[in-house]
């Protein structure tokens, strides 16, 4: 980034995080909050960078992809917790392993396409396993939101009047 800036050539950063960096995943937790670090660190940062530089982001967000991601490349410890007995990763992904939706040759293009656009998302779901799972999320997290609405908006200090919104 430093160097698109000094040399004002602008450009896209592109972060490719995962589904996984917006929806938690059982027996993936600790893969999940590198994702989530990741998103947030990449959606903070676009907000810094003066729109002169030209500097765009994506988080770059795939679900499944018949890559070697889920067969020999992922590692299990063999030491297991029996407190998670009822949770088998390494069945779940062998299980997975060659039958993802997700052709890598089609993923390839669609990260050129989002590199080469005047004006990339900041996020873009690839592959319709997530997609599916992302539209569930949100239309999960929108219905908590109005649910709990009354308590969210109950800590004011009284007489608050709202500034203009500097960090949004």
Known sequence: ???????????????VTSLGGQVGVPT???YCASKWAVEGFTE?????VKPEWGIKFTCIEPGGFRTDWAGRSMDFGEKKNPAYDHINAREAMRKRHGTQAGDP???A???YDLAVME???LRCIVGTDAYKSINQKLE???ENVEKFE???????????KALSQMFM
Not at 44 to 48: D, L, N, P
């Open 28 to 30: 993936f937790s600790i």
């Open 44 to 48: 903070a940062i676009s907000k810094e």
């Open 105 to 107: 040759a089609k993923a």
């Open 140 to 142: 999960a997290y929108s």
């Open 109 to 111: 293009k669609v990260f």
């Open 150 to 160: 009354k308590l969210s908006n109950s800590t004011d200090v009284d007489g608050y």
């Open 1 to 15: 980034m430093e160097v698109m800036r000094d040399l004002k050539t602008g450009g896209v950063i592109q972060q």
């Open 119 to 121: 004006e990339p998302p």
